[in-house]
């Protein structure tokens, strides 16, 4: 069975500054898909970004990247110059293309400090 | 604004009632996916139609059933509603049937049983 785990279940960062949400997982897969959305006040789910996992170069979005170390299934999310808008609630998926199944993480509540 | 319409934004029903929520997805996308997020459960996938045919099952339960008609709206019934289907349902869509794809979230409908 595939699990995602988001073990900080709420952080804060200082506007400017740069933080990491972490999201580890466990599958005996090789073809998944990595996904990181973002969930604001709104409640409206915003794809930031996303990985394959048979690509070894982390993805970038602008101020987004991720740091994807797939032996020790990690894949987390940096965002630098954390701006105010910036706040929301941030959940790992993934897709498992054995399974096609799509999990979701639990979710990390980030707030931007002004 | 993402381009998928969901209606309706709220619905308070009772227990053992049926409900359809209805999803418009983006001008030429003929991927639909259906999710519940809830307090307790977290955002889980449903299921995804593509161009009128179901494509991937995620926890959907037996209750709950869905379609995506010829002009590729969708809908999501739920029957013999309980206390617990209390959630939002988000509709997504994407282009084609590529799981990699950009998924975009409409706003969800909000949905109270009592």
């Known amino acids: 069975a595939q699990t995602v785990t988001q073990s900080q279940p709420e952080m804060s960062v200082q506007e400017a500054e740069t933080v990491t949400l972490s999201c580890t997982y466990d599958?005996?897969?090789?073809?998944?898909?990595l996904f990181w959305y973002k969930q604001p006040p709104s409640r409206q789910m915003i794809l930031v970004i996303r990985?394959?996992?048979?690509?070894?170069q982390n993805a970038t979005e602008n101020r987004f990247s991720v740091n994807f170390q797939k032996a020790a299934k990690s894949f987390s999310l940096k965002i630098s110059d954390s701006q105010l808008g910036d706040t929301a609630m941030y959940f790992c998926?993934?897709?498992?293309?054995?399974?096609?199944?799509?999990?979701f993480g639990t979710g990390t509540r980030l707030k931007v400090l002004a | 604004d993402s381009g998928v319409t969901q209606t309706p934004k709220h619905l308070i029903t009772a227990t053992g009632q049926r409900v359809t929520l209805r999803c418009s997805p983006r001008?030429?996308?003929?991927?639909v996916y259906w999710y519940q997020q809830s307090l307790d459960q977290g955002l889980q996938f449903l299921i995804q139609?593509?161009?009128?045919?179901?494509?991937a099952k995620g926890n959907i339960l037996e209750r709950f059933s869905a379609q995506q008609f010829p002009d590729l709206h969708s809908e999501l019934n739920l029957s013999s509603l309980e206390l617990g289907d209390s959630a939002l349902y988000f509709c997504?869509?994407?282009?084609?049937?590529?799981?990699?794809?950009?998924?975009?979230f409409g706003p969800g409908t909000r949905l109270l049983v009592l």
């Open positions: 997504a869509s994407s282009p084609g049937g590529a799981h990699q794809e950009t998924q975009y």
């Open positions: 599958t005996s897969e090789n073809n998944y898909y």
């Open positions: 990985q394959e996992a048979y690509k070894q």
């Open positions: 998926a993934f897709f498992f293309s054995g399974t096609y199944k799509y999990i």
């Open positions: 001008s030429g996308d003929l991927s």
């Open positions: 139609y593509y161009n009128g045919e179901e494509r």
